[in-house]
């Protein structure tokens, strides 16, 4: 059976850099906390605990000097000013391709554009540029949740998107946008590393039998990922972990895709790939 693995799996840079400074700021003698996860796959979560990391759910008053970690999602203003006030010293290892979606936002909304965020509602990124402006933004998740009264009485709108947003998704939503709003100024703010991971889908599984994506079923990125390779081709499989392989999808298979999500480690590829290798070895 052959394997053909995504150049674009795993880690992306914003993913990986986070990962490295969290690590750096564990190695500090004063206890380091984090808002929920740092990001969104469970092993990695656990390497980032093991190494004295702390989970919180929410920032509390304290006299000891303590770190707050920003995650690579990034957070709000009020976050950060609060912790601030609390005492943390604050370590952000917020990824740049998003601090670089706050700042269009930020400016955007200083030159009297309405902000429109094309993403996830609950998800920590949309909450974190949400959070940078001093007006309400408008966030729209899918083109049939569009407030149409609301949008229609915009004058001028910003839009910006979530880092990790599908472009074909999104320009369903745009069309709507424009066709009711005076003023529309687009900004693709899908960073590259999504868009490579997006473009490699197109592909992979209509070059092989199966796909499997590699990711936690948390991951916003990976479920993208899965939904476009299932759309594409049926045997489309998204498992966390090597265990959850089933020899069943890969019996008189000659060829796999394997691919992953940006926060899926290489150990749990590597995995992955080892178990595939083991049935055909079989
Ligand atoms: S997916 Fe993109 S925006 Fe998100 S952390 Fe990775 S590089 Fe940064």
């Given amino acids: 059976m052959k394997i053909n693995l995504a150049t674009s799996a795993g880690f992306c840079f914003g993913v990986r850099r986070a990962i490295n400074i ?3 700021t ?12 740092i990001v969104h796959n469970e092993e990695v979560v656990r390497q980032i605990q093991k190494a004295g990391i702390k989970k919180i759910y929410r920032l509390t008053a304290g006299r000891r000097e303590r770190i707050l970690l920003i995650r690579a999602h990034g957070c709000s203003r009020d976050t950060l000013q609060k912790a601030k006030k609390l005492g943390y010293s604050v370590i952000d290892a917020t990824c740049p391709m998003v601090k670089e ?15 429109i965020v094309i993403g996830d509602k609950s998800h920590d990124e949309v909450k974190g540029i949400v959070g940078q402006l001093k007006t309400k933004a408008v966030v729209i998740d899918k083109p049939e949740n569009i407030p149409l009264k609301k949008i229609s009485s915009i004058g001028k709108a910003g839009v910006v998107l979530q880092s990790t947003q599908n472009l074909e998704k999104v320009q369903k939503i745009f069309d709507i946008l424009r066709a009711n709003i005076g003023k529309v100024r687009f900004h693709n703010t899908i960073c590259k590393p999504t868009r490579a991971k997006q473009n490699e889908i197109k592909v992979l599984p209509l070059k092989n039998e199966v796909v499997i994506v590699i990711g936690s079923k948390s991951s916003a990125n990976t479920k993208r990922i899965y939904e476009i390779s299932k759309s594409l081709n049926d045997k489309s499989y998204w498992v966390n972990s090597s265990r959850e392989i089933k020899r069943s999808w890969l019996d008189t298979v000659k060829n796999v895709g394997i691919t992953a999500g940006a926060s899926t480690p290489e150990s749990t590829i590597r995995e992955v790939i080892r178990k595939i290798k083991s049935y055909s070895c079989a």
């Fill in 101 to 115: 979606i706050h700042a269009i936002a930020k400016k955007l909304e200083n030159k009297g554009f309405k902000i």
């Fill in 26 to 37: 564990a190695r500090n003698n004063k206890p380091v906390f984090m808002l929920g996860d």
């Fill in 22 to 24: 969290a690590m750096d």
